[in-house]
RNA sequence: GCGAGAGUGGCGGAACUGGCAGACGCGCUGGACUUAGGAUCCAGUGGUAAAACCAUGCGGGUUCGAGUCCCGCCUCUCGCACCA
């Protein structure tokens, strides 16, 4: 027989304890067997679509997704209560290279590994509570999405946005495929860091690049975006307007292309750089009296790896081919060299090289002893070609530059830009940084690309109703971590559909950011059989209406998203280009300033803290730490915090209860919930505290998505509460019946369901439980979000500063509706205010509504 | 180098359009209740002897009033990076 203290311990009642190990798992099953988060389209309701970036299975939930997903099930359920039909699903980025390292590990088919990992990470999303229809599941890796992806590949190579072409790759040797161009990250492969060599090999592509420009336009529509990640995509894209020039060749025909964006600098263009992949560095070096040399050279440069050549202190180099060039405005004749910083991959691949005003040209030019030559002076001061250190960029007058002295550079560009185009030199063309997507993968454990090689008929797309191309089952992983693909005989020889003759099938799969590129719109529809999705569900739910997720996809995964979507338009597909509406892109997870991972030996493994404190703990932690965009510092004590919130939050709820159920005048009064108009003391407190509080929560999550503040707000309405020590106040309430007495009795209600209302969106299942403790009704979710009477939260007195001149001096209560000028001199006849101003002239009193009033002397 | 963001107590973090700097939580200190307290409740907690003064990275400015706006620096984080 322990007594358990309640306010000093004047309580002698054995009161329940807070038990989130029973009462989680009970509502969990209850949810679940009531199907309560099971949604349909229902014509006419306002939708919300709150989709959470879907996991890859790597094994185990870690922290970073348990922050993800506490953030979206508080804003799914929050607009569940705000009366929104929500769709809110989960699903697996099934394909991808860690189940095949693990087959090759521990012997494990990779659909089995998948798939076991699969069940073991349902099960710890299921033991969080969140809120997901699990009807809805999708599995990237499943014989039906495998099935309208590859149709979705056959409908865009019809459409001519897939090609096939040899091409310089971003190969990793430690994954054993080619990357992306999104997916290299400092010359290092995204997933492993490991350097990424060049290799030539045959790949697919997307052409991504036929929509730059539509993509690019897109991003100013993308508002409910962080800008941040909106200036990635346009980096990424990275339009930039210039010309292209011909600079006819010396002694032969044809001519170079050059892409420049500073024509104004062309008259003091002297020599030429080309990359050493350009094509015509054979024929131009050809006859060259150093050729070894170059190809020598050549060989060296394109040998060495991406991060080494493209890093910034790699000594600018190059080699003289032995041939000229015509400067088209000069007539006169410029050497070609090769150079190793000109990059194939931009432009055209060569650089009218002006060493005066442009830096890297600049470097070249002096190594090589080649002159200068000013075109284009500073406003102030005087160049000399002998005296520059380094090259002059910005803005000035041009001078050297023919016809064009005197103009300043910056209204010359389009003057030169229009006489090279009317005298057929060049034009202006829009160049992009955006690169074509390759897709193929070395890979097995990915989705086939459903493409057939006949000997006759060469490159013939598989029929549409042969899909999907099936993974085979029966493999054998050789160590060296090579696909298995090309060696399976029974998967590789097939027959041409068009011709019937023996054929190959290819062996390479599709990059898994495919499979990520259409998953949102697969959810409206999950079971759906006749075309990737149902157009009507895609169109009730589409677009996301909140997307969250790591910003580490503020490229590479957003941007195919959104590539795929305009596909999906043109294709007649869907109505709208732009998937997600709104995102928020969620900070890390940190511990002891580092983000938590294996290597670091500093991960907190969410199943253990949901053993120790329950799902709401962590949940409430996740949410309150950190405002959602900002990295999160993990911390032991803090979570502790969080879990003494919610038991002071279950002894208050448990505490008034116990104090109603001994009286029983007080619960007949309780139920009542009739709210006489003129409220006075104890109500009026109540009421004013309870709507004050919904009104801030309510602001911080809807409009701030500051949900750390709106805990905050609760836990300050809390404290409030427990030093007007309710159940103590209950006792003491007289038998008779009041209006005084009804009143009370109805604040106090309406303060202990509105608490718990606003705190069932962070931690559902002790909110659950606690509104089930307060009589009130299954289920908590099927109750409307508090609503607040500005009336009843606004102040009758207001507090105001007073200063003289700007320092605060004294302070005052006023009546709300108080005039001006009744303030004015109520601040004027304050004792200390007397004092500081000292019988010195008032200059000027400044007064601003409900905060200060100023005098300055 | 370019672009974006940030710099506030011992710590995580508050402060909406300029208006009580430090909400809320952690930690710490004291007290109450206790056989006990690492439970709970109450009080305190930026600095300094101070009711005054000083304090939001540094230096200027605008203003009656600046964490917030402007100018110039410093530091950190992130993205892009020889992009012609």
Redesign the pocket.
Known sequence: MRSV?????TVEEQTRQYEPSFIEPKWQNIWDQKGKYSVKEVCGKKKYYLLEMFPYPSGRIHMGHVRNYSIGDLMARFRMMQGYNVLHPMGWDAFGLPAENAAIKHNVHPAKWTQDNIDYMREQLKRMGYSYDWDREVSTCSGIYAKWEQWLFLKMYEKGLVYKKEAPVNWCPSCNTVLANEQV??GCCWRCETEVVAEQLSQWFLKITAYAEDLLAGCDTLTGWP??VV??QK??I?K?H?IEIDFPLADREGCLKV????QDTIYGAIFMSI?PEHPLVEELSRGSSQETQIRAFVKRVTSQDKKF??S?D?I?EGIFTGAYCINPMTKNSIPIFIA????ME??T?A??AVPTH?Q?DFEFAKKYGIPLRIVIQPPDNCLKEEEMTQAYTEEGVMVNSGSFNGLKNTDAMNQIADYMEEHGIGRKTVNY?LRDWGISRQRYWGNPIPIIYCPECGVVPVDYKDLPVRLPMEVDFPPDGKSPLPNLPDFVNCSCPRCGSSAKRETDTMDTFVESSWYFERYASPSWDKSPFDRDAVEYWMPVDQYIGG?EHA?LHLLYARFFTRVLKDLGMVSFAEPFKNLLTQGMVIKDGAKMSKSKGNIVDPDDMVKRYGADTVRLFLLF???PD????W?D??V???S??L??CW?LVLGIMNAIKSRPDLKKGFSMAEMPADAEGLSKRLRQLTHQTIRKVTIDIEDRL?F??A??RV??MV?EL??IDLPKVLAGMPAEDSMQKKADLFAVREAMRSLILLLSPFVPHIAEEMWEEAGEEFSLFDHTWPGFDLDIAQDEDI?L?I?V?????SRMTVKADSTDDEIKNAAMIDIRVREWINERPVK?V?L?KN??V?I?V
Not at 5 to 9: A, E, I, N, R, V
Not at 630 to 633: C, H, N, P, R, S
Not at 805 to 809: C, D, Q, Y
């Open positions: 203290c309640l306010y000093g311990g990250e400092n800008e941040r200036t990635m980096n990424w990275g930039s210039g892409f420049t964006t500073r990359a050549r493209s910034e790699v600018k190793n910083f000109v990059l931009y432009g691949g650089v009218m442009d890297r940084r910003i490229v730490a950190a405002p900002k990295d999160l510092d911390s004590k803090g502790e915090g969080c003494r919130f038991n002071r002894r500051h750390n503040t805990i905050s836990m300050e404290n427990y030093t507090l500063m200063q001149n700007g320092k605060i001096r000027k400044i601003v905060r200060l100023n300055v």
